[in-house]
């Protein structure tokens, strides 16, 4: 048992659960559980924010993707999903911003066609703005969907399996990372963290990393 609480974000107004103090479970449980994740810590602040180019700074548009990587002529299939995967339920793209870029770029119109999870486009931030446009842009052709975790990678691993197949796209894409030896930091209160320091990371990861072969 615990007690749990209800913090806003005083800014954004956004709502957080998280437990106020240590937590219990059943004896019986014990050695059945591997861990417990998502019911403390707060999702990282994410400080990036868009300004406009300076005279003389040069900038990446998806004709220099395509001519770096020599893509003139590739084309996609509807037939392929590709999901951009944000975390923490960080916030998405404003569908102006989307409309804007595909026209300033002239690259072939598209749109997102399945939104999964939390959606505030409200708020658009640079990261999830940058995600799903170079999504599009770079895998032209095919149908695009985005991906909003409430949780950090294991929360990921096991939406993914209950989603199955269908539920699942074929290609994913992520720019987010975080040091393998402070993966306790996303997740304090998950077992394999109670070995604190960098062994109880490193036991985060494993199981990570079993999840995501299981997904395949």
């Known amino acids: ?30 050695g059945r559980i591997e861990f417990i994740s998502g019911l403390a810590g707060f ?27 020599n893509l003139k002529g590739a084309s996609g299939s509807s037939s392929i999903t590709q999901a951009a995967a944000e975390f923490q339920n960080y916030p998405a793209y404003a569908e102006t911003d989307l409309t ?36 599009g842009a770079v895998g032209a052709g095919n149908t695009n969907w985005y991906w909003t975790e409430k949780g950090w990678m294991f929360e990921f691993t096991q939406d993914l399996m209950a989603a199955g197949e269908a539920g699942t796209p074929d290609i994913i894409s992520m720019s987010y990372g975080w040091d393998e030896e402070d993966q306790c930091q996303i997740s304090p209160q998950a077992p394999p ?24």
């Open 1 to 30: 048992s615990t007690r749990m609480h209800t913090y806003k974000h005083v800014r954004s107004g956004d709502l957080v659960h998280q437990l106020d103090g240590a937590y219990t479970f059943p004896a019986e449980m014990e």
């Open 100 to 135: 804007t870029f595909i026209s300033q770029t002239g690259i072939a119109s598209f749109s997102i066609a399945k939104k999964i999870g939390p959606f505030n486009g409200n708020e658009p931030q640079p990261e999830s703005t940058l995600d799903v446009q170079y999504l």
């Open 193 to 216: 963290c109670a070995q604190g320091g960098v062994a109880g990371s490193k036991a985060f990861v494993s199981r990570v990393n079993a999840e995501f072969a299981k997904v395949g």
């Open 43 to 69: 999702p990282a602040e994410h400080l990036g924010r868009a300004r406009k180019l300076k005279a003389g700074e040069e900038y990446t548009v998806p004709e220099t993707i395509s001519n770096t990587y």
